[in-house]
């Protein structure tokens, strides 16, 4: 079974730019979670969206916006870019598994898109 | 709201030797989980290891064991028999039922010389 892809694999912008991330699930999987890695740091959580509505965001200005498609994939997109933008952008997939007194929510991810800002 | 601390930004083991990477963390809630990820020069983020925050028994795969300390909010990755391969960024997280996102820490870089 394929993985979560995304797409492009890098990416190279200019300020004031937009850009159009995409990301496809792991098949049966409803919910696509978006991260931004900053060299040098942690994976921060951008957006999650199960079954094509947004069910959490993180502290991002609203210059980055996401959508999820019938089919359960998403794009991410990001306007006016800035140089702090340059980042890798992670997607990650889940299936809710019910287990315990909590959902449990294993995220699996893909392998990014690594985006430079000029 | 929940942080994650990693104290150690870089460690290095001898190959087939223990090593230890250290996280902390602080939430008020009572049900959450607790993950540890790979990252290697490839990019991809693996897991490696998860806790449940209502079991006591500490969590083992293979390799790999924690040791959780609740009441501490401790959350320690042991690394056994180490081989190259576990050459990576090692990342510590937290996920909450409720937020249903993951938190991380700032990473552990863990170089394994032969």
């Known amino acids: 079974d394929a993985g979560v892809t995304q797409s492009p694999t890098h990416l190279i912008k200019t300020r004031g730019q937009q850009v159009t991330l995409r990301c496809s699930p792991i098949?049966?999987?409803?919910?696509v979670s978006w991260y931004q890695q900053v060299l040098g740091q942690g994976p921060q959580f951008i957006f999650q969206y199960y079954e094509k509505e947004e069910r959490g965001r993180g502290n991002f200005p609203d210059r980055f916006s996401a959508r999820q498609f019938p089919n359960y994939s998403s794009e991410l997109n990001v306007n006016a870019l800035l140089l702090g933008d340059s980042a890798l952008y992670l997607c990650?997939?889940?299936?809710?598994?019910?287990?315990?007194?909590?959902?449990?929510?294993?995220?699996?991810f893909g392998p990014g898109t690594r985006l430079t800002v000029l | 709201a929940q942080t994650v601390t990693q104290s150690q930004p870089e460690m290095s083991v001898q190959e087939a030797e223990t090593v230890t990477l250290s996280c902390t963390y602080d939430?008020?809630?009572?049900?959450?989980?607790l993950f540890w990820y790979k990252q290697p020069p490839s990019r991809q983020m693996i897991l490696v290891i998860r806790q449940e925050a209502y079991k006591q028994q500490n969590a083992t795969e293979n390799r790999f064991s924690v040791n959780f300390q609740k009441a501490a909010k401790s959350f320690s990755l042991k690394i056994s028999d180490s081989q190259l391969g576990d050459t990576a960024m090692y990342f510590c997280a937290f996920g909450s039922g409720s937020a249903r996102q993951l938190t991380f820490g700032s990473g552990t870089q863990l170089t394994v010389l032969p």
């Open positions: 939430t008020s809630e009572n049900n959450y989980y």
């Open positions: 098949s049966g999987h409803k919910s």
């Open positions: 990650a997939s889940s299936s809710l598994v019910a287990g315990g007194p909590v959902i449990y929510n294993e995220q699996f």
